[in-house]
């Protein structure tokens, strides 16, 4: 208890004699640490934003589109177009009850939608209405989505993207009204709510109208699946479930399952893991940035420790002559290097804080360049990592020079003027 009253006398005498020199000491490591934490804050928004970008087009699922053969098979020769229809998608739910979903979908492009005077051409997507759910078009308020009765009776029933719904609508609700949709009345029964969706196939949700598959077929007469969706529960049963599905259809249509060109696929499961990877090195290239500009400041505090051992090289001297111990040396150096990060860093946490804090009241909806980036995000991960490297370089910041100040030789401290 003696040797920490008689440190901490030291170090209050040495920080009120160098005031400015504690200041700008201060200010150095403030600034690295805001500088750390506003880079992993926007690495951290980044992420998040891309992975709920990517996850508006839904969660564990692989889309399907229809192809032909590569390879021979059974003596038949390769170039064999293969079409699923309607009722391939109950076939293979029958066959595979351990899928989440399984959705066929039909597309009718650049078709008529006309409301009073105003006509779009759209897309016109006929689906299960599982689809709502997998595909995350969630409903405004006062809306809906497809149903299973509205599939089952075959109801006009028509849902739209919200971007499609301003351009037919405009600031009118089109909730409960009826539109044409190829000279056809259907009764508008939701808009979906607005979405920042990064992967996509045939163009954004936000522009396209959505009605029951049986519908579809019944008014347009089709058969054939433009393409077919499976979902499944857990990432890691996709690769499975694809290999059972061209299993499934292979002895049904008659074509080798190890060939790959018939149902081109697109696996998010797969390509989400390639983002993962994307969005963590940018995180690690960001964090090194940071690190640097915070050790820049942590260099800078063990240059001044070192300045002020040399500039108290005789008073050291004369104190170890007179009998001071070593850790009466070394503690006072030790506890300025640290105290200056810590008090520094603390500095530079809460006006990052307050900064990222400010930063989330900006709007992002209609702002590009937020909704791409999204907003800075602090986080516990974040939050250990700067207190790690606070604490590393307060304490090495402090050690080598105190260390230095220690093995001085009071003999020689004579030449010291």
């Known amino acids: 208890m003696r040797n920490l009253r008689v440190i901490f006398q030291m170090f209050a005498q040495s920080a009120q004699i160098q005031k400015k020199r504690a200041y700008l000491t201060i200010a150095a490591i403030a600034w690295g640490t805001v500088a750390i934490l506003l880079l992993l804050a926007f690495g951290e928004g980044l992420k998040l ?18 192809g032909e053969t590569s390879k021979p ?12 229809r309607l009722d391939d998608v109950e076939y293979l739910e029958n066959r595979m009850p351990e899928l989440a979903a399984v959705i ?30 997998v595909r995350k078009h969630f409903p405004q308020a006062g809306g809906r989505f497809l149903t299973p009765g509205d599939e089952q009776n075959q109801r006009r029933v028509v849902f739209l993207g919200d971007e499609m719904a301003r351009d037919i609508f405009g600031e009118e609700d089109p909730v409960g009204k009826t539109m044409l949709i190829d000279n056809a009345p259907y009764t508008v029964v939701g808009v979906m709510q607005y979405k920042r969706q990064m992967g996509a196939y045939g163009g954004p949700d936000s522009n396209h109208a959505v009605i029951p598959i049986t519908t579809f077929k019944a008014q347009f007469g089709r058969e054939r699946l433009g393409n077919i969706l499976i979902q499944v529960r857990e990432p890691g049963e996709m690769k499975g479930a694809l290999r059972r599905f061209n299993e499934i259809f292979g002895a049904k249509y008659g074509y080798d399952p190890t060939d790959d060109r018939v149902f081109p696929t697109w696996d998010t499961v797969e390509s989400s893991k390639v983002m993962t990877n994307m969005t963590l090195g940018i995180q690690i290239f960001l964090g090194i940035i940071g690190g640097l500009t915070l050790l820049i400041g942590g260099v800078g505090v063990a240059n001044i420790m070192y300045a002020v051992v040399k500039e108290r090289t005789r008073e050291i001297g004369v104190k170890m002559a007179l009998g001071s111990r070593r850790a009466w040396i070394i503690g006072p ?20 804080i307050l900064l990222i804090t400010a930063m989330s009241f ?12 999204g907003k800075p995000t ?8 700067v207190s ?8 090495l910041a402090g050690y080598f020079p105190a260390r230095r100040a220690a ?8 030449r010291y003027e």
């Not at 891309?50 to 699922?61: D, F, S, T, V």
């Not at 051409?121 to 299960?128: D, E, L, S």
């Not at 900006?362 to 791409?372: A, K, L, R, S, W």
């Open 49 to 66: 934003q891309l992975g709920k970008n990517r996850r508006a087009m839904g969660e564990n699922i692989a889309v399907m589109w229809m």
């Open 73 to 84: 098979w059974k003596g038949m020769p390769p170039g064999r177009s293969v079409r699923l």
């Open 104 to 133: 066929g979908e039909m597309v009718s492009w650049r078709t008529a939608l006309v409301y009073g005077r105003k006509t779009v051409n759209g897309r016109i997507n006929g689906v299960n209405w599982e689809y709502g759910e």
């Open 333 to 352: 150096f030790l506890l300025e290097g640290l105290t200056y990060t810590l008090v520094g860093g603390a500095l530079g946490i809460v006006m990052a």
């Open 362 to 373: 900006i709007p992002t909806q209609g702002n590009d360049v937020m909704e791409f980036l």
């Open 378 to 385: 602090l986080s516990i991960e974040i939050g250990i990592v």
């Open 388 to 395: 790690l490297i606070l604490g590393s370089i307060g304490v």
């Open 407 to 414: 093995s001085i030789d009071p003999a020689t401290t004579l």
